[in-house]
């Protein structure tokens, strides 16, 4: 397996281009199967997890070409008709966000095989929210051993579904059943991620009436059929969010282009509040900082608009450095501090007390061998390598790839020393 080696030190300085987001994109790959004309999405990000979408919806009848299109990377996704209803554990336990073609099947074709997740590394990640919400809409669901068996003969039924917390996962699959459901379907508690507005705005391309995107309170008009449609993929605010905290992490000057600094404004605030420089335009971000040494930030992980998750590590690795203790809360994920005692054989000098991580800065990081769970955390030990002196190597590179595109020619073209190892991982 792949290895990446950074030697650390040299400040990042250019621009780097932003990919179509990866957690819109695989739940607009699942709304392709609503409908028998063909849906194209623009501004695709090229990642192990579309590929890995891609190689399921295939098996489930969709026909998925990639094009090199005019204006970047296209995939053309065409469901003529559903062939098959089942999706095995094999193929769900690889990716979880794979289990949100349940809803789709069964409001196109009224009955739905689909194995169940499983837990993963940052947690327990149960699916109840999804399962009461597909039977609020009269999906008659059986569990049996470890799969989903999901019947509704005389199509969905709209229904008023509260979510008792906020999930961007259960709110997703309660649209992509919603859509075609008879009737309507209110939605209370609704996350708000710039995603899930994405893939409302999708569907409304494509002929669904919901209204409300954005807020906490989703109403939709269940239609009879949906049609085809061209949508670009809404820019990644994570990825985007990661090269930002990585230019701030090794000092220099760095632009973010094709991004929506709307979108980042809660990560945005905290690396000003520790001193960068942060300069917004319309489609861009500048992220500068000349030498002096960050000062230590607390921050508590929320649902959007609050502070990603998905940025929390990425954060961590660069208050490792800054003067000062900050103590970051995750609240949203059980399990989400795995890469903590990575960095510590940087050097790192972190505790962390149930959902808490204290962080006091340190002076320097050194270079060391580590590896990760899971993409977020691995990243953030790229990050972390970057500044380190000396040599990091990061094993375990494929959870990189499955969220990053070209994450190393992204970094190199602005001065960093980075570079993928083929071949052989060490034994775990
Ligand atoms: C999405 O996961 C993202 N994944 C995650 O990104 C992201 O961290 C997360 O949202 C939060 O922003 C995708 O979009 C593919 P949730 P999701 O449902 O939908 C609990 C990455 O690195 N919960 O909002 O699974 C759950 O366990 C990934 O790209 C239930 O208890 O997140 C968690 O504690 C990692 N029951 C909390 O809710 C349910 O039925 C929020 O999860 C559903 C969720």
């Known amino acids: 397996m792949d290895r990446i080696a950074i030697v650390g030190g040299a400040p990042l300085n250019g621009s780097i281009p932003i990919s179509g987001a990866k957690n819109s994109a695989i739940k607009l790959m699942a709304a392709s199967l609503l409908t028998d004309q063909p849906l194209r999405l623009t501004n695709m990000p ?11 919806l295939r098996r489930l009848g969709t026909e998925v070409t990639e094009i090199d299109g005019p204006e970047g990377p296209e995939t053309l996704l065409h469901t003529p008709e ?5 999706a095995s554990y094999d193929l769900v336990r690889q990716m979880r966000a794979s289990f949100n073609v349940l809803g789709p099947l069964i409001a196109r074709s ?4 689909v194995s169940l997740p499983g837990g993963c590394a940052i947690g327990g990640r149960p699916v109840d929210l999804h399962l009461k919400a597909l039977e609020a809409l009269g999906a008659h669901i059986d569990l049996n051993e470890g799969y989903v068996y999901a019947q509704a003969p005389r199509g969905l039924t709209g229904a008023k579904i ?10 997703e699959h309660t649209l992509l059943a919603a859509v075609l459901a008879q009737g309507e379907t209110v939605i209370l508690n609704a996350a708000r991620e710039p995603e899930i507005v994405d893939v409302i705005e999708c569907l409304i391309r494509m002929g669904a009436k919901i209204e409300g995107a954005g807020t906490s309170t989703l109403h939709i008009q269940g239609v009879d059929r949906l049609d085809g449609a061209t949508h670009p993929v809404v820019p990644d605010r994570i990825e985007a969010g990661t090269y930002a905290v990585a230019a701030a992490m090794t000092g220099g000057k760095v632009t973010l282009t094709g991004c929506r600094p709307e979108h980042m404004g809660a990560l945005l605030s905290k690396l000003e509040e520790a001193g960068v420089t942060v300069r917004r335009a319309e489609a861009s971000v500048e992220i500068e900082r000349q030498g002096e040494r960050l000062r230590a930030v607390d921050l508590v992980t929320d649902p959007y608009p609050g502070f990603a998750t998905d940025l929390q590590a990425q954060f961590m690795a660069l208050m490792t450095l800054a003067s000062g203790e900050s103590v970051i809360r995750e609240t ?34 050194r270079g060391a061998p580590v590896m990760a769970t ?5 990243v953030g030990l790229v990050i972390a390598g970057l500044a380190a ?11 990189l790839d499955r969220g ?16 993928r190892l083929k071949g052989e991982e060490d034994a775990a």
């Open 404 to 419: 990053f595109e070209r994450l190393e020619e992204k970094l190199s073209n602005c001065g960093a020393d980075i570079r």
């Open 82 to 86: 559903i062939v098959s209803a089942f």
């Open 374 to 378: 899971d993409l977020r955390a691995s």
């Open 46 to 56: 090229r990642l192990a997890d579309t590929r890995f979408l891609a190689r399921l």
């Open 162 to 171: 509260e979510f008792p917390f906020v999930s961007v996962g259960a709110t």
């Open 332 to 365: 949203v994920f059980e399990n989400r501090f795995m890469h903590v005692s990575e960095l510590a054989r940087l050097g790192a000098d972190i505790s962390v007390h149930g959902g808490e991580a204290r962080v006091k800065g340190v002076e320097t990081l």
């Open 110 to 113: 009224g009955h739905a095989k």
């Open 389 to 399: 002196r000396g040599e990091t190597v990061v094993h375990r590179v494929y959870h």
